[in-house]
């Protein structure tokens, strides 16, 4: 397996980005990957996910990628990979300038972008998208682009909206995770929810499971399947 690169990113706060990519982390580590998990915010809320770890759980790497986000040595420092990594999780603040962001893009990085199902999330994820689409021109580097619904308590009339948006821009809306204190509790623990020893996250790991899929679906395959990929945007 090559380096896999997954961001997760959008321009509101809240929304579940560290959330999410503490998850993905927690789940590439517990297949025994080696996992790098890239903060970017200042607040460092993923770095101290990954200090609370515990031992007995696989390992995974905290990079503290906070200071040169908005330096103009970000982009040569941003490709410092380590070679022996299997995953890097990149976790962005809020409020992130849309170009800035691209720059940080390469060929084949699955980009997740969590949205809450209240208006003023969807009007942002909108903005967002279309932005990172025009101004970041997402699509000329192949990156892979997908929503995930964040904090669902049942189907409302704003995600529908949301799926209509998507639909239109062939961006696929691959899973909704409910709303659940297990999130924070797993986060609390240094854990991610699938790892958490109990039958009460069986629903979150069956939720997972498309996220799952889809990042190691092969970009080659989603493009015949999800064709033609930003043709709205193509002009
Ligand atoms: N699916 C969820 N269910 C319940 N709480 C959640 C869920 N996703 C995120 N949260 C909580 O929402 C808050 C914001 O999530 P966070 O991942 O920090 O967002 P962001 O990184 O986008 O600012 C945190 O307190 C987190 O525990
Ligand atoms: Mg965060």
Redesign the pocket.
């Known amino acids: 397996m090559g380096l896999q690169r997954i961001l997760v990113t959008?321009s509101?706060?809240?929304?579940?980005?560290?959330?999410?990519?503490?998850n993905i982390a927690s789940h590439y580590a517990k297949q025994g990957l080696n996992v790098r998990l890239f903060d970017h915010?200042k607040q460092g809320?993923s770095l101290s996910w990954v200090n609370r770890r515990p031992e007995e759980y696989n390992l995974i790497h905290g990079v503290d990628a906070s200071r040169n986000f908005d330096h103009r040595l970000t982009r040569s420092w941003q490709l410092r990979v380590p070679p022996d990594t299997d995953v890097a999780v990149i976790?962005t603040p809020?409020g992130v300038d849309v170009s800035e962001l691209a720059a940080l893009f390469q060929y084949d990085d699955s980009v997740l972008i969590?949205v809450l199902p209240s208006p003023i999330d969807i009007h942002a994820t909108a903005h967002f998208i279309k932005e990172l689409l025009t101004v970041g021109k997402a699509r000329k580097k192949m990156v892979r682009l997908a929503v995930i619904a964040?904090?669902?308590r049942k189907n409302t009339v704003m995600y529908h909206a949301l799926e209509r948006f998507l639909f239109s821009l062939n961006i696929p809306f691959i899973s909704s995770?409910?709303?659940?204190?297990?999130?924070?509790k797993a986060?609390e623990a240094g854990v991610g929810v699938e790892e958490i020893n109990s039958t009460r996250n069986k629903i979150d790991i069956e939720q997972w499971a498309p996220i799952i899929r889809w990042l190691e679906t092969p970009l080659v395959k989603q493009t015949a399947e999800i064709r033609p990929l930003f043709s709205q945007w193509e002009s």
């Open positions: 959008t509101k706060g809240g929304c579940g980005k560290t959330t999410i990519s503490t915010d809320s976790d809020a969590p964040n904090r669902v995770l409910r709303d659940t204190q297990l999130y924070a986060f």
